[in-house]
């Protein structure tokens, strides 16, 4: 599977995790199918936020609140690994809650798609997806 993104958007994801090197940043991915079209950041309520993630929930209940009221689509979240490896992790792989949601990894202004569907992929559940840059 392949999933799309504009290079401008990309570059605010990287951007975002960059200037908040020392912790992992997080936010969510809006848009259809196969193409993120939007990125919303949302603040990682971690206890430890160096080395883990917490999507706030209260981000996740308004985006649940706009996509009844006719908005985007949330079709993953994406997060950064200060450790510098654009990659899921064993706790990552225990967090997983949806196994629809892409998961979008950066660290080192790389990126690597995820989904979290596969049982014999890494940690037990995540396959690597093409990320088409447009």
């Known amino acids: 599977m392949v999933a799309r993104i504009s290079r401008t958007l990309l570059n605010e994801i990287l951007e975002h995790a960059d200037r908040n090197a020392a912790q992992e940043v997080c936010g969510l991915l809006l848009g259809e199918g196969g193409r993120i079209v939007s990125a919303q950041r949302v603040a990682n309520v971690a206890s430890n936020p ?27 979240h994406y997060h950064s690994h200060p450790n510098g490896r654009a990659a899921p992790s064993a706790m990552d792989a225990a ?31 995540f396959a690597a997806m093409e990320l088409a840059i447009d």
Do not use: K, S, Y
């Open 50 to 76: 160096a080395d883990r993630f917490e999507i706030d929930p209260a981000a996740l209940f308004a985006q649940a609140r706009a996509e009844r009221a006719g908005g985007a689509r949330m079709i993953g």
């Open 95 to 125: 967090a997983v809650t949806d196994p629809a949601m892409l998961w979008l990894i950066v660290a080192n202004g790389a990126a690597t798609l995820w989904r979290a569907d596969d049982p014999h992929g890494l940690h037990g559940c």
